[in-house]
């Protein structure tokens, strides 16, 4: 599916699927399948699908819904959230530490002043990356700048 939301243009046919997750089968009404994928750029986004009683239904008549799927885009934070509640804990690691770091990430704690971490973060939004990226790129720059 391919589709484009807010001028950025998602492709599941082109971008990495991480994790799945999935309720019922696809023949029940109810039934949802959600996968998480990541492009090329490192931006995440959802792919939804399900039957005519799943939040993915769409309408196809008259208070007649049928089986609909659809992309949402998500931030860095959500869709580390999404797959703590929906993935292994195994598979949890490798999407955010092997995939997403080639298997090299050092958590840092390191404290902001509330106007540089708002100023970062509206970078971050401005530029629709999320902020622990641009952090990263602009510390590096900094630290090659030397």
Known sequence: MEQTVNQKTYNTETAKPLGNWQRGYSSEKGYISETLYMNDTGD????????????????????????????????????????????????LHNVFVQTAYDGCLTPMMIHLKCTTAERLQNLAAEQGRDVSALAEELIFKALEQG
């Open 44 to 91: 995440y986004f959802l792919h939804g699908e399900g039957g005519p009683r799943s939040r993915y239904a769409q309408r196809v008549g008259m208070n007649t819904w049928g089986y609909g799927e659809r992309i949402i885009p998500m931030s860095d934070e959500e869709a580390h959230a999404w797959a703590e509640n929906h993935l292994t804990e195994s598979t």
